[in-house]
């Protein structure tokens, strides 16, 4: 649906006027007149993302507060978006920025996946203690687990399987043990260039750590108890919703047997109702069907066809497809264009939430992903690094009110900006492009909830500019552009008013 914004049109053609009556005021007096210049800056910060947005005075007072605690931090050594997430992330958690962050109503959470949402430490001092547990170490160094009453089959290049708990029962440090297996469930390290001088070997890593997280989260009993444990992790950080990217994986028992989706769907249901009644204040989790872009059209059809079927089942849940895996090696969203039509040659609804423009390859058909993500009508575009590149896409997007879901630890990992400030998010920031805060994969990156990509965009992307308002149009955005029913919206907007209202007062 079509959200042109009148206000927006106008302001913006108010300020272009503004312009051109200050240039054709420079043209008849040598001075600029410093009232035309004052106008102009004005309007130009209204542009911004929370330019327009009104302030209370206890808001006004937090807003000083975090810009004198950000004037600090730019002005300390190292400036921690200018460096590697990997190497300042201890900095970071020091930060009082960061600390109030984490005390902030952040809204939704509408980028990550269910493969790599909750801590790792939860993963290995939890799901790894657990009876049954088989572990094996492949021939490149990576590692696989698998829950078994049996020794498992030699398979995915694993030279043998270990009982984990007979493993650790043989070890003389196994909180060394247990560190090693840390490393191995996450990307983070403490020489992120010399571990992965190149994107072709973080998304290696990347990759092969899905592999081996898999092995651990479909097994049916951990399964329930990671899903809770990433809405916990999630509500810990101030956060109330949650639209999560599920794959195609199955979930197994210990007998080898494997569920199909419908199972899936109905854990996701019931223990999202279970973790709403124990916190009444939050509001729930839909799921987005996701698949491997690496799959053929007919594999990518078939799987558009159980999405709309699924759909149609649990309507309360399921909120629409997307295609994932690395753009730059997968396969276009236009290369999919017949699997991707099916639903409107039905004739019926399936919103697309497209990964698109998670790229620095101008100019190929990768790069025009954005392009054809609002082609076939998009909700929001996942990353959308490359939308800079392209206007018309930027003022589709805009005017569709299309959000960009913006995860900036992942981009800088993944290796396609270095320096936080200059993520091209800066320029959609300071157009006031519609934008939503997310942190994609926590587990892979050592993080949990949103509070370390929220640091990153208010301290490196949005510079001395963003302020209160900033933070808080990026909290409104996410229940905003979120797939709620307007009634929802509604619902969640109320709450979360009211947890605003009560962090501006504890913290002003």
């Excluded at 809204?107 to 290995?124: C, E, F, P, R, Y």
């Excluded at 909700?379 to 900036?408: D, M, N, Y």
């Amino acid at each position: 649906m079509s959200r042109i914004n009148l206000k927006d049109l106008c302001i913006s053609s108010m300020a272009a006027l503004t312009v051109l009556m200050s240039l054709c005021i420079r043209e008849c007096n040598p001075m600029p007149d410093p009232h035309q210049r004052e106008l102009m800056l004005k309007q130009d910060m209204s542009q911004q993302v929370g330019g327009r947005v009104e302030l209370t005075a206890a808001e006004l007072q937090l807003d000083s507060l975090l810009h004198q605690l950000k004037l600090k931090e730019m002005a300390a050594s190292p400036f921690p978006p200018s460096k590697h997430f990997f190497k300042v992330r201890h900095i970071v958690q020091k930060s009082p920025v960061f600390k109030l962050l984490q005390k902030m109503p952040k809204g939704a959470a509408l980028h990550i996946h269910s493969s790599a949402m909750v801590s790792v430490d939860w993963l290995v001092m939890n799901a790894t203690y657990r009876p049954h547990c088989y572990i094996c170490f492949t021939w490149d160094g990576s590692v696989q687990f698998l829950f078994s009453t049996n020794t498992p089959f030699l398979r995915w290049g694993c030279s043998f399987w270990k009982r984990l708990d007979v493993l650790r029962a043989s070890l003389s440090d196994i909180t060394a043990f247990d560190n090693s297996l840390m490393r191995n469930l996450t990307l983070f390290t403490e020489d992120p260039e010399m571990s992965y001088p190149t994107q072709d070997a973080v998304w290696d890593k990347f990759e092969k750590t899905f592999m081996a997280l898999s092995g651990l989260i479909t097994y049916a009993p951990v399964f329930k108890d990671y899903i809770y444990q990433g809405l916990k992790e999630l509500y810990e950080d101030n956060i109330m919703y949650l639209e999560l990217r599920l794959g195609q994986s199955k979930a197994y028992e210990l007998d080898g047997t494997t569920h199909d989706r419908a199972w899936s769907l109905e854990v996701y249901r019931n223990t999202t109702e279970q973790f709403r009644a124990n916190h009444p204040d939050f509001i729930g989790s839909r799921l987005i069907f996701s698949v491997h872009r690496s799959l053929s059209v007919s594999q990518v059809k078939q799987a558009v066809q159980e999405a709309i079927e699924m759909q149609r089942k649990y309507p309360d849940i399921i909120a629409g497809f997307d295609l994932v895996g690395r753009e730059d090696t997968g396969r276009s969203i236009w290369y999919f264009r017949d699997a991707l039509s099916l639903p409107s040659e039905i004739k019926t609804q399936l919103p697309f939430f497209f990964h698109a423009g998670e790229t620095d390859l101008d100019g190929t058909d990768v790069d025009r992903n954005v392009l054809d993500a609002l082609l076939f009508n998009t909700s929001r575009i996942g990353h959308g690094f490359a939308l800079v590149h392209h206007p018309l896409a930027k003022q589709l997007s805009r005017t569709r009110g299309v959000a960009v879901e913006l995860c900036p630890i992942s981009n800088q990992v993944l290796k396609l900006v270095s320096d936080l400030r200059n993520h091209p998010a800066a320029v959609l920031m300071s157009d006031g492009h519609p934008i939503v805060v997310s942190s994609d994969d926590p587990t892979l990156f050592g993080t949990t909830g949103l509070s370390y990509d929220f640091y990153q965009v208010f301290v490196g992307i949005g510079g001395l500019s963003a302020n209160l308002g900033t933070l808080k149009e990026l909290a409104m955005n996410s229940i905003r552009y979120s797939s709620l029913s307007p009634q929802l919206q509604d619902k969640a907007i109320t709450i979360w008013k009211e947890k605003w209202n009560k962090f501006v007062a504890e913290n002003s």
